[in-house]
């Protein structure tokens, strides 16, 4: 069954350190989605891309977060500088249409000390 | 408002009980609904969709009101390996997750 890969699974950074994560969603999928779930909270949605284009990133905060799928397939989400206060699991998600159920990936759980 | 809003529970039941969970949703044009399963530090999984005329999937039955906007799933003979978080998702503009109500099915 093909599945969405997420690397790496678990991320341990100091304050105002850069890190990246990545994606690589079902093969055809032509939306992705990049997740930020808090322990005891639902996912909120930081970025929707169609192919290579961003969909809806108005809950994604861009002084510090910055997202790409330059090629529409897989994707990076990074956070520069990161602050204590992004201490969460980055959950990827990928469906063939928009309106589509939705896959996910493992997840990167982050944790910055 | 939120767009949707879940009991976050917990809710602790015996094994054999019943058990229903509601999830309500703020926008009128919402197209579709689902409920996910998460367990501790895991990704969400789809346990099924949730349509107009109401779904079963074995022991799980999903209904929508779209007068009172809110989605249910109902959960018989419940077992101890349905203990997790269960999220609802509603698609308007977008996907909204609720923020998941815990269950703990006790042996």
């Known amino acids: 069954e093909a599945e969405v890969a997420q690397s790496p699974r678990y991320k341990i950074t100091e304050k105002s350190q850069a890190v990246a994560f990545w994606c690589d969603p079902i093969s055809g999928h032509a939306t992705l989605y990049w997740y930020r779930q808090i322990l005891g909270q639902g996912p909120e949605l930081l970025v929707q891309?169609?192919?290579?284009?961003?969909?809806?990133d108005s809950q994604l905060p861009k002084d510090r977060f910055s997202a790409e799928r330059l090629k529409g397939v897989d994707s990076t989400l990074k956070i520069q500088p990161a602050e204590l206060g992004d201490s969460a699991m980055y959950l990827c998600a990928s469906s063939i249409l928009a309106v589509d159920t939705q896959y996910f990936g493992p997840g990167t759980r982050l944790t910055v000390l | 408002r939120k767009e949707v809003e879940q009991d976050p529970g917990p809710f602790n039941v015996p094994e054999g009980a019943t058990v229903a969970f509601n999830c309500t949703y703020s926008n009128s044009a919402s197209q579709s609904f689902f409920w996910y399963r998460q367990d501790c530090r895991k990704e969400p999984k789809l346990l099924m969709s949730v349509y107009s005329s109401g779904n079963e999937d074995g022991r799980f039955t999903a209904q929508l009101n779209r007068a009172s906007q809110y989605i249910s799933l109902l959960i018989r003979d419940s077992k101890l390996s349905d203990s997790a978080t269960y999220l609802c998702?509603?698609?308007?503009?977008?996907?909204?997750f609720g923020t998941g109500t815990s269950l703990t099915v006790i042996p």
């Open positions: 891309f169609q192919d290579e284009s961003v969909v809806d």
């Open positions: 998702v509603v698609i308007g503009n977008q996907f909204y």
